[in-house]
């Protein structure tokens, strides 16, 4: 890995994933912990609208995407906290439509677009610089609001009643929250594509979830997994000349496989 770094777009890519790393550990443990995961799903497939429409309207990428995604975010967030039953059925018609718009978007689109894939399955050794440092900055936003509104967030996560109670904004909190997942998807993307992202968000913060005692504890063990598995997986696939997106979530994937053998392990151990 250390032979690696004496190119620049390999270290550009060792921080893109670091980076990424402490935005899906902070916003991705609120989404499992909050059982969102399907809804940050629809989010990032949704994106696909906004990318679409970035290459239709010949605007960059970010404002297209950016924006498509926060408008779906809000919306099936609106949806999930007035009508929690049905917000299944409406986060996958949101989900199949934004990607349906998106598509149709890049039909119109004149000339050939060889980037979309790297949209699709991400292409981290191809970040620029700019987004590095909007990544840098999204990661300290995320970790800023988390530790500023951190005892509410404790409260909605595991007892919203209480948090009513307690005078605790909890609609406003999940806006801003799953505004704050929808940014964070924007950026990911770049590294490990729409389609694997919601892996990234999720399986760092489900494994640090079975191990940590509390909410804070889990944000810091999510971020250090997702930053051992974008390194472990950038190294392989520089080193077996592979996709680095797919190979980051590949070794996510046996990190979760292999968190679920060892649960009965420990379990055992435990009640001896």
Same mark, same amino acid.
């Given at each position: ?8 777009f390999?270290?550009?890519?060792l921080?893109a994933?670091?980076?990424? &790393?402490?935005?899906? @550990?902070?916003? $991705? ?8 995961v *399907?809804l940050?799903?629809?989010i990032?497939?949704? +994106?696909? $609208? ?8 010949? !605007?960059?990428?970010? =404002? ?33 439509? @934004?990607?349906? !718009? @998106?598509?149709?978007?890049t ?13 699709l ?6 970040? %620029?610089? +700019? ?5 840098? $900055? ?6 800023a609001?988390? #530790? ?5 967030? !404790? ?6 009643? *209480? ?5 605790? %904004? ?23 594509? #729409?389609?694997?992202? !919601?892996?990234?968000?999720?399986? %760092? %913060? ?12 889990m944000?810091?063990v999510?971020?250090?997994? &997702?930053?051992?598995?974008? =390194? ?6 520089? =080193? ?17 496989? =292999?968190?679920?053998?060892v649960?009965?392990?420990i ?6």
């Amino acid at each position: 890995m250390i032979e690696a770094l004496q190119f620049e777009f390999m270290r550009n890519a060792l921080f893109a994933g670091l980076f990424a &790393s402490l935005i899906c @550990g902070v916003t $991705g443990s609120f989404v499992v912990v909050n059982r969102m995961v *399907f809804l940050a799903g629809g989010i990032a497939h949704a +994106a696909y $609208g906004g990318i679409g429409l970035a290459l239709f309207l010949g !605007i960059p990428y970010i =404002i297209g995407t950016m924006g498509f995604s926060l408008a779906a975010a809000l919306l099936m967030t609106a949806v999930t906290l007035r009508a929690a039953q049905r917000s299944d059925t409406f986060i996958g018609v949101l989900w199949a439509t @934004g990607m349906a !718009i @998106g598509i149709i978007l890049t039909d119109l689109t004149p000339g050939y677009h060889a980037d979309l894939m790297s949209y699709l399955f991400g292409s981290i050794l191809a970040v %620029p610089a +700019a987004d590095i440092l909007w990544m840098l $900055g999204m990661g300290a936003a995320a970790l800023a609001l988390t #530790l500023y509104f951190y005892r509410d967030l !404790i409260a909605i996560s595991y007892d919203v009643e *209480f948090a009513k109670l307690r005078g605790v %904004p909890v609609r406003a909190l999940y806006f801003v929250f799953m505004a704050l997942v929808a940014v964070s998807i924007v950026f990911i993307i770049r590294v490990v594509g #729409l389609i694997l992202v !919601i892996a990234l968000l999720s399986i %760092p %913060p489900y494994i640090a979830e079975k191990y940590a005692g509390s909410l804070g504890m889990m944000m810091a063990v999510a971020v250090l997994l &997702s930053a051992v598995f974008n =390194i472990a997986g950038l190294w392989i696939a520089f =080193i077996f000349d592979l996709t680095s997106g797919a190979s980051i979530i590949l070794v996510a994937a046996a990190g979760f496989f =292999i968190s679920l053998a060892v649960d009965p392990l420990i379990s055992k151990r435990r009640r001896q």
